[in-house]
């Protein structure tokens, strides 16, 4: 058995990217998660540490991206993580790792200073 599960709540880092592959809806954009920093006992401090995710959503949860998701927008996603691979013009070899989003709950609005 094995379980393929990514559970991520965070904010919106841009505005959803949406294509079409045929009629199907595509929004991809990114995820900011933040690890807020501690002080050790011995003084020390950690500092907050940010990791970015990309996201893809399909059909109906990126037509809701599209119509509710700004940058700033908390939101919360449960997934599975994809990597793929390939080459470009110069054959340099690419790879990246995504988040397919299953299913998405808004949590906020984006703030009056990211609309």
Do not use: C
Request: hydrophobic share 30%; charged share 30%; no cysteine.
């Amino acid at each position: 058995m094995s379980v393929n599960k990514v559970i991520l709540l965070g904010n919106v880092g841009r505005d959803p990217q949406i294509r079409y592959v045929g009629n199907r809806p595509v929004a991809e954009f990114t995820l900011a998660t933040t690890e807020r920093g501690r002080t050790l006992e011995n003084g020390q401090q950690i500092p907050d540490r940010t990791e970015w995710h990309r996201l893809v959503m399909w059909d109906g949860n990126a037509t809701l991206a599209e119509r509710y998701v700004r940058k700033g927008t908390k939101i919360y996603v449960e997934g599975k993580l994809r990597t793929r691979t390939w080459e470009d013009r110069n054959t340099i070899k690419h790879t990246v790792t995504e988040i397919y989003v299953d299913s998405m709950e808004l949590l906020s609005r984006p703030t009056e200073g990211n609309q």
